[in-house]
């Protein structure tokens, strides 16, 4: 119920006079997200099994998701630009594609190694190559939903709306590990890849439903960047009044925007904050299977690892939900305080996993660190969404999504590595990072009253 009532509040036109999202594009939004977040929590609850089962060192396993992830940091800023110009949709409809075929063939790649097809090293290499689709073409989402709903919602709602978007990630990291087990289907030796065919199935769905119910919003270049109603052509539905948007949405701009920039002024702490905060965020994620395979002593049997790591994904991500769909609206929390409250309560929660010594204190652990990143992730979000115009908000989305991407490059491989080596070391430098971070924005980033204020 308080789920329907922040998308009908979202849905209704603002006292700015700035567009709003009705409540059923809002949830096709929320359903893209969705699905990308849930298959891809689903293929971490199994990933550490499946490397036990082949043999790789835990740090191998990390690695493998390198490439794919500097593929998006590169690729989410061309394509959150491309969408200013070809339309949101579209990208949307790219990424759901880009994520069916890695899942699809990641999972081809991983049932041929535990079959003895391929070899351990060889399979790694078709998985990194597989989930490079992945990084190159599922990039092309996020930056859509985020710029679609950025450009319609008020200043002032701006943060409540980007964490309802932010928590559909939330949602999809407890549905992926709660049907990872159950997707282990025993028939026709698909086993631990069995959750790679079946989200891969469900992203079919989700592209045809938007497809077939998200309007389209292409464009119209004869516009010279008067705000133009989308077009329901072929529907033969009137257009919706409250659907006008700004001109970057529906028509092209009168002259090409300049590029932003990381090193941006008015992004600059906001950069900051999400790059240190997503690394330390990163390492929490690839550290949590190996740990809960280690203190249960679960190394000898992989197969049973994926129902305890499911576990403890699914307490962190209830506590994400908890962060994004109740703290933050509850005490209307800006970018500022979510920012600050939360790489808090990220840090106290690592302290509690590295000493947890069970699983019902690994999971409490994770589940604080978690509720910690539910705060701090939608916070840097909308920060550097108010940080700039509505112009540019297309380009802020993709410098979002490529920070996103940047954050797992190397950091959960390091993580991983270190952990290998001192579990105190690797625990230790998440703390650290959450320190810079809760040390910097206290002095750098801008306060939520001057955010969120609305602008002629």
């Known amino acids: 119920m308080a789920e329907t009532d922040r998308q009908a509040k979202l849905s209704r036109p603002g006292g700015s006079g700035a567009s709003t999202i009705p409540a059923g594009r809002m949830a096709l939004l929320f359903m893209v997200m969705l699905v990308t977040a849930a298959g891809n929590t689903a293929m971490q609850s199994v990933m550490p099994s499946i490397g036990t089962a082949l043999g790789v060192a835990d740090v191998w396993i990390s690695l493998a998701y390198s490439w794919s992830a500097l593929l998006w940091v590169v690729c989410a800023p061309f394509w959150a630009r491309r969408s200013d110009k070809r339309g949101r949709k579209a990208m949307m409809a790219l990424g759901l594609v880009g994520f069916i075929t890695s899942f699809v063939l990641c999972g081809a790649a991983l049932w041929a190694g535990l079959a003895g097809w391929m070899t351990a090293f060889w399979t790694l290499i078709a998985f990194a190559a597989a989930r490079s689709l992945y990084g190159g073409f599922g990039s092309a989402a996020p930056p859509a939903v985020q710029a679609y709903v950025a450009a319609r919602t008020p200043r002032s709602e701006r943060t409540q709306a980007l964490s309802l978007i932010a928590s559909s990630f939330g949602l999809g990291t407890v549905i992926g590990p709660a049907l990872a087990p159950l997707m282990v289907l025993p028939f026709l030796g ?267």
């Open 190 to 456: 698909i086993g631990l890849t069995g959750p790679f065919l079946c989200f891969a199935a469900i992203g079919v769905v989700a592209l045809v439903l938007l497809r077939l119910r998200l309007p389209d919003d292409e464009p119209q270049f004869a516009a010279r960047g008067e705000a133009v109603a989308y077009s329901s052509s072929g529907s033969g539905a009137p257009v919706d009044p409250q659907d006008t948007s700004e001109s970057e949405d529906t028509g092209a701009p009168q002259g090409e925007l300049p590029r932003l920039s990381w090193r941006d002024p008015r992004l600059r702490p906001w950069v900051f904050a999400g790059l240190f905060g997503g690394h330390a965020q990163a390492m929490v994620l690839g550290i949590a299977g190996f740990l809960v395979l280690d203190r249960l002593g679960l190394r000898g049997t992989p197969t049973e690892g994926a129902g305890p790591v499911g576990l403890v994904l699914m307490s962190g991500a209830i506590a994400t939900l908890l962060a994004q769909w109740g703290l933050i609206p509850r005490f209307n929390l800006g970018p500022r305080a979510a920012t600050l409250w939360g790489i808090t309560a990220a840090a106290f929660g690592t302290v509690l996993l590295a000493v947890a010594g069970d699983l019902h204190l690994i999971a409490l652990g994770y589940a604080i660190a978690s509720l910690g990143f539910g705060l701090f992730r939608p916070g840097t979000t909308a920060g550097t969404s108010l940080a700039v115009t509505r112009s540019e908000q297309g380009q802020a989305s993709g410098i979002v999504a490529s920070l996103a991407g940047a954050s797992y490059i190397y950091a959960p491989a390091l993580g991983v590595w270190l952990y290998g080596h001192s579990e105190w070391l690797g625990f230790g430098l998440i703390v650290v990072l959450c320190l810079a971070v809760l040390v910097h924005g206290w002095f750098k980033l801008q306060a939520d009253r001057d955010l969120t204020r609305e602008r002629a």
